[in-house]
């Protein structure tokens, strides 16, 4: 029989667990709802600017979403990466965001997306992750730029460069504190 020891003010609990696996899948699911709530425009914090609206194409527009999807799924691998530094080791963690990778490149692929082009999208994949990392480690407002000029073309949107830098941050802490009480283990 397992004992809780509780006080007046609060409850002790042993800290939640996660393998790689598991943890792939939930952040998989956390950037599939920043996503939508991106396209949706509903229910969010702080909502990007009509981005679609800068372009004349559908080409152009779904360029759009796709970078909108790159820029969700580098901020929840930045929060996860913030969360477990130092904690668990870089095999774990790097285990639970290919599981995480695989989760959204699977999808893709139920959901439309041809197979023979996840080689070229992982490869914009790892580029962006390089430039948002540099713009990041440089400053908040730098990473907004650098994201506003791949959702927009160009970071001459002030109102775009703010909201992305505040979607970073409301994306990456709030997931950083929750895992942060979360034990990655082995499978």
């Given at each position: 029989m397992q004992t809780t020891l509780v006080d007046d003010t609060r409850e002790f609990r042993p800290p939640q667990t996660m393998t790689p696996a598991e943890l792939g899948d939930s952040l998989a699911r956390l950037v599939?709802?920043?996503?939508?709530?991106?396209?949706?425009?509903?229910?969010?914090?702080?909502?990007?600017?009509?981005?679609?609206?800068?372009?004349?194409?559908?080409?152009?527009?779904?360029?759009?979403?796709?970078?909108?999807?790159?820029?969700?799924?580098?901020?929840?691998?930045?929060?996860?990466?913030l969360a477990f530094m130092g904690r668990c080791s870089d095999e774990l963690i790097r285990q639970g965001l290919n599981a995480m990778h695989q989760?959204?490149?699977?999808?893709?692929?139920?959901?439309?997306?041809?197979?023979?082009?996840?080689?070229?999208?992982?490869?914009?994949?790892?580029?962006?992750?390089?430039?948002?990392?540099?713009?990041?480690?440089?400053?908040?407002?730098?990473?907004?730029?650098?994201?506003?000029?791949?959702?927009?073309g160009d970071a001459k949107h002030p109102a775009l460069v703010e909201a992305i830098r505040e979607r970073a941050v409301a994306v990456a802490n709030p997931l950083r504190d929750f895992l942060e009480d979360v034990k990655l283990v082995e499978a």
């Open positions: 599939w709802e920043s996503f939508s709530d991106f396209l949706s425009k509903e229910d969010v914090e702080s909502p990007l600017p009509e981005v679609d609206a800068l372009y004349d194409d559908d080409a152009a527009s779904n360029r759009t979403a796709e970078e909108a999807l790159i820029f969700f799924m580098w901020g929840h691998t930045r929060g996860a990466q989760a959204v490149f699977e999808d893709m692929v139920q959901n439309g997306t041809p197979s023979s082009q996840l080689p070229q999208f992982e490869q914009r994949v790892s580029m962006r992750y390089a430039e948002y990392h540099q713009a990041a480690s440089e400053s908040d407002d730098r990473l907004g730029q650098a994201v506003a000029r791949r959702l927009a």
